[in-house]
Structure formats: structure tokens, C-alpha cells
């Protein structure tokens, strides 16, 4: 089969539910890949994909790509000297009863952002920081990393999930002093989302992952969220996911061995939104809600806000695109029981009722 082939073959499993959610879009349910829906049609995906110019990427793939073995091991004890200081301050976290932690694989360009960021969740959330271009300059000097950073990592992590699976690693106890932790891309900026009411929804509900709406800034409208307050889905967005912090060693326990590069690094997770659900479902022995098979612990928390995608791109090359496709495709061949349902369910005062 040509490349052009697979790819377009993988796009329709990555995105099949985009006319769903333009026939949905009328009755004010946002989707969960709006923006990427609306950008990003499959044949477009397909054309730059083709083409090697890609797709969104935030960064990491062009910043991680270029770093030597030399380079790692210099920024393993900058990463060391960085986070026992400011790991230090678990006490005083603890004193002020956060109960979120904000985790985040973040370049320079990411500074303003998340400076914007740390000040609307600083009553909620803490931070931990993965440097994965390896510069801290431009975090360090500002007053809320100090205060609001616990751990930072330096280390060219290639996506979140690297990150998430050092933490998994070497500072579990520091993730178990939360209730909830944000995996969030760089590029988001939260100052729509009513963080309180998202994470005090989140620690009393019984899902284990959730988000919220995360449109696209350039496709972004303002809606209704009171037809649906909690939408229970599998179709959960990938850039902005509240886990329960104790099930984030389940999330790393999902990565399939052969999407590793030698040295152990994901070089793209692509795959990994499209069976996280059900995973957590099977790993915790709950039931599939429904005619679809829902997992019943994904959830988008409409009732909250939006987090929107500020869109900062950089440019694949075709080989990293086509590492992509073969990751999303061992995904969905490895672990075909998983694979998200395409439904959606509301969570009503009363009842769950599905969304057609």
C-alpha cells in the first residue's frame, strides 16, 4: 500500500466523527476536535502530510530532535539542581491545600502563555515543567516560577507523555500529593476555563480522565453549555486532560513498547487519545456504558469553560509524519478492543442520555 494510502486510511480512523460534529454544531455541542475538524479535514491532512509540512506540533519534535547524548547529560543535572529547590516547597503547596498540579512539556516560546496561565490557576493548581529545548532562561526569571513551579525537569522530552512517564518513574510521591493533574500542551491558555469548577467537579466525579471544550482560537464561538453540562465520552481532546494524579502510572503502563525509540523516548504519541479511555475502563474493571461501548471515565466538563488552542505550530518532516502513521496505526492494530467509541452520552441531574 503507498504511504499516501496508509496515511489517508489512518486519518479516517483519527477523524471520522467530523461530519458528526458539524451536524451536531447546530443544536450547540461543541465537539472534541472542533478546531481540527474545521482546519484540518482529512484530505487537507492528507495534501501537508503528503507534502511533509505537517501538522500541528507545538515544538518538540524540531527543538528534541537535534539533541546529542552530550546534551542530555548536561541537561540531567541542570534538571537535578533545578527541581530538589523548588521541589522543596511541598510544605508549604501542601499548607495551602492545592489539590491540581498543572503538568506541562514546555519551549521558550511557551513563557508568556504560561505566565498568563500561572496566574489565572494560582489559587487551584501548581505547576511541573518539563524544559524540552532545554532553556529555562526565560521561565526562571519570572516571580510565579518560583512560587508556583514544584518540580522542573530539563530534559528533551519529545511530547507530555514522556514527561508524564519520568514523573511515573522517579517522583510518584510528588504526583500522589494531588488529587488531579493537567496534562497541557504548551499552547493552551486557560484563561476561559473556570479552573475551580473544573478540578472540584473532577475529584468528586467518578471519571478518571477529562477535559474541557478546547477549540481552536481561530475557530472559537461563543455557546450554551447548559443543554449539556457533562458530555461522557471516549473523543476526549489530547491537549488538555485531567487525570486522577494516582491513575497516571495506568497512562504509562499503556504505551506500546514498539512506538520507542532506542533510547526510550515516544518520537510521536499520536494513537494514544484514541485508546486511553476504555484502557482505563479495563484496567479498573468497569462495565461499557451502552449500546457504542462508552468507556464511562472520559468526560468533557462543558460546564466549566474552554480552553483554547492558541495554534503555535512548527513544521514535520515526512519522516516524522510517517512515524505518526505507523504509531497510530500500532495502536489501533495492537489494541483494537480499545479503540474510543464514537458516542457521546449527557450526564443530566437524573440520568445519562445519548447525544445523536
Not at 288 to 313: M, P, R, W, Y
Request: proline residues 4%; hydrophobic residues 40%; contains cysteine.
Amino acid at each position: 500500500m503507498s504511504r499516501l494510502s496508509t496515511s489517508m486510511r489512518l486519518l479516517s480512523l483519527l477523524l471520522p466523527y467530523c461530519d458528526w460534529l458539524s451536524a451536531t454544531a447546530a443544536v450547540g455541542i461543541p465537539g472534541p476536535l472542533e478546531a481540527s475538524c474545521a482546519e484540518d479535514r482529512p484530505l487537507s491532512l492528507m495534501q501537508r502530510g503528503s507534502q511533509g509540512l505537517g501538522l500541528q506540533h507545538h515544538g518538540r519534535h524540531a527543538a528534541a530532535s537535534g539533541a546529542t547524548s552530550a546534551a542530555a547529560s548536561s541537561a540531567s543535572a541542570t534538571s537535578a539542581a533545578l527541581a530538589a529547590p523548588v521541589a522543596g516547597k511541598v510544605a508549604s503547596r501542601n499548607a495551602r491545600g492545592k489539590k491540581c498540579v498543572i503538568i506541562a512539556s514546555v519551549a521558550a516560546h511557551a513563557a508568556e502563555i504560561m505566565s498568563k496561565n500561572a496566574e489565572h490557576v494560582k489559587e487551584d493548581c501548581d505547576f511541573i515543567l518539563g524544559h524540552y529545548d532545554q532553556n529555562t532562561s526565560t521561565f526562571v526569571q519570572r516571580a510565579w516560577y518560583a512560587e508556583e513551579v514544584v518540580l522542573a525537569k530539563v530534559q528533551p522530552f519529545l511530547n507530555k507523555l514522556d514527561l508524564v512517564r519520568e514523573l511515573v518513574r522517579n517522583n510518584m510521591d510528588t504526583l500522589l500529593e494531588y488529587e488531579a493533574a493537567l496534562v497541557l500542551d504548551d499552547d493552551m491558555e486557560l484563561s476561559n476555563l473556570d479552573m475551580h469548577c473544573f478540578v472540584e467537579w473532577f475529584v468528586s466525579s467518578p471519571y478518571l480522565i477529562a477535559s474541557p471544550n478546547a477549540p481552536s482560537q481561530d475557530h472559537y464561538t461563543e455557546w450554551d453549555p447548559s443543554s449539556c453540562p457533562v458530555r461522557v465520552t471516549d473523543q476526549i481532546t489530547p491537549t488538555a486532560l485531567l487525570f486522577k494524579a494516582e491513575k497516571l502510572r495506568d497512562l504509562a503502563d499503556m504505551v506500546l513498547p514498539e512506538t520507542l525509540r532506542p533510547d526510550g523516548l515516544i518520537e510521536c504519541d499520536f494513537g494514544t487519545v484514541l485508546v486511553m479511555c476504555r484502557w482505563m475502563a479495563q484496567k479498573h474493571g468497569m462495565e461499557l456504558l451502552g449500546t457504542g461501548g462508552v468507556s464511562n471515565v472520559c468526560a468533557f466538563a462543558d460546564q466549566c469553560g474552554v480552553a483554547i488552542h492558541t495554534n503555535i505550530k512548527s513544521k514535520w518532516d515526512q519522516a516524522h509524519w510517517d512515524t505518526c502513521m505507523k504509531n497510530t496505526q500500532l495502536y489501533i492494530t495492537k489494541m483494537p478492543g480499545y479503540v474510543q467509541a464514537q458516542v457521546q452520552w449527557c450526564e443530566n441531574q437524573t440520568s445519562l442520555v445519548p447525544l445523536h
